[in-house]
């Protein structure tokens, strides 16, 4: 291994117009002896960031970009040896900065921009691409590509509307591009460039990091880093089942499914949460067969069944196989198909397609992580449990975003990282609270949901009476002719405190924030479904339904008039 201290250095470069140049760039910067990683957040940006070992001349890196027919200066560098620096800005001489931050993904980043606005001296330390899993491989790709199929398939480009076969149909290599691009302008806008405005306070460092016995934080280029405060933000990447035959069948996941060719022209996806269903309905509305092979015996079992029954219909009636009960066994590739054997509901059956998606769930990215070493305890999914304050079991130690055993949702991790970095920092006072906690699954319609089911309700000890509104009832939906889905209220007898808000419906994500509004409320100052239905909610609004949905507490929502009080 490399043991020479490195530093990253900035580069501004001019003359690339297309991906190809950014990869052109790359390669001429590689080429130069003593660099080891070399980014470009995408050509627009017009950057690359060089890691290069210290003695590394600079000029030759600028050279070497100029052979291959671009023009490049050098910005800054962005992170030099923090031992040779830190001891003129650090706040406590004793360590190299006050706050080290392991990755840059959603909780990373506000972990270090809490530290750096509160004039301490931050390190994030990032060993992949900065940015981490929403916006390069989770949330913005899956998002755009999710809209860019409901747009096709509005359209009426379905096998199953017998408009237009997918074989002359989507221009999928330009929805790539596309997507790539929106990466690349994202990742720049919202990370690196972000970064970049707090050089004077946050050091970026790009190395893999492992925390040591006592509490340093050792990289893989030889470095040691001491701090006041540690925040551990290394996220959680795809689970793989451990089938028999999970080795020699390639297999998709979330990142390689975005990724490929040609989207498949049949696909079976394991699993039936978020991601599975998000992803098997786009390749769907692509023209993929989609066979979806849930364990349970609903769809998304966490939430309310009339939804997630709602939910699997809606599926179906798109031409996708939504199989629940089903306990996958093993895999095997037979004449060109993926085939998987499993248990249906005690029985055992066979799927087959040409590609297969396993979205079964996430596991955290701690492997060479140290945390035993440094005594940081683990739950029995590996996640680092951390308490309410993101302090892990090794005082001084904090975690956040999805490598912990919290929600793993992008809006958590940096709200998480925000607090850890201010408990790490100033001792602990500030706590992660979640109890009003939207939730949107980005199929189409949409599912959307904030506080507790009615089951949770109940088995919190609440006694709950509850109204189901069907969308067929919310004028918005009738003017939009899609009255696919629901709206169920649940709330509280007696204090009339609604608990919790489900929506079924398209766009719905846009209608959660107001319910959520409403269960804040009602925790805090006592709002009830009463002061709900009596608020004016604008007329033709998706948003107008949880005020239908909560007059439909009282009375036949069959027999209200237009906009009724
Ligand atoms: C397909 C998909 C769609 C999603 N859609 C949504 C959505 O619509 N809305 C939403 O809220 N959430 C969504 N999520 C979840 C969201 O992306 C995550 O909750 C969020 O990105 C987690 O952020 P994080 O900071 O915890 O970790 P990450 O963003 O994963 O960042 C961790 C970083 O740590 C780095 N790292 C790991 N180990 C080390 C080490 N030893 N040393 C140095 N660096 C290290 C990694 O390289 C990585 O950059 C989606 C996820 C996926 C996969």
Redesign the pocket.
Known sequence: MNQQPTQSIELDIRGMTCDACARHVTQALQSVPGVSQVQIPGWQSGRAIVTAQIDAPETILTAAVQAAGYQATVRAPLATPARQTPSQHSVHKDTDFDLLV???????MAAAIKGAESGQRVAI?????IG???VN???VP??TLIRAAESYYRAGHHPFAGIETAACGVDWPAVIAQKDALVAELRAGKYVDVLASYREQITLVQA???LQADGAVALDDGRVLTARGVVI????RPQRLPLEGIDRVPVLD?TSAMALAQPPTSLIVIGGRA?ALEMGQTFARLGAQVTILQRSARLIPEHEPEIADALAEILRQEGVRVETGVTPLALREEAGQKVVTASVNGELQEFRAEQMLMATGRTP?TAA?GLAEAGVATDDGGFIIVDEFMQTSRPGIYA????TNRP????V?AAAGGVAAENALEGNRKRLNLTVLPDVI?TDPQVATVGLTEAQAMADGYTVKTSVLPLSYVPRALAARDTRGLIKLVAEQGTDRLLGAHVLAAEGGEVIQTAALAVHAGLRYGFTVADLRGMLFPYLTQVEGLKLAAQTFEKDVAQLSCCAG
């Open positions: 392991i990755g840059t993904g959603g909780g990373g330390i990032e060993a992949g691409v981490g899993t929403c491989i989770g949330c899956s998002k893999r990091a492992r933000a290394t996220g959680a979330s991601i990215n992580l956040a975003g999805d490598v793993k949702l992008v809006y991790a980005f």
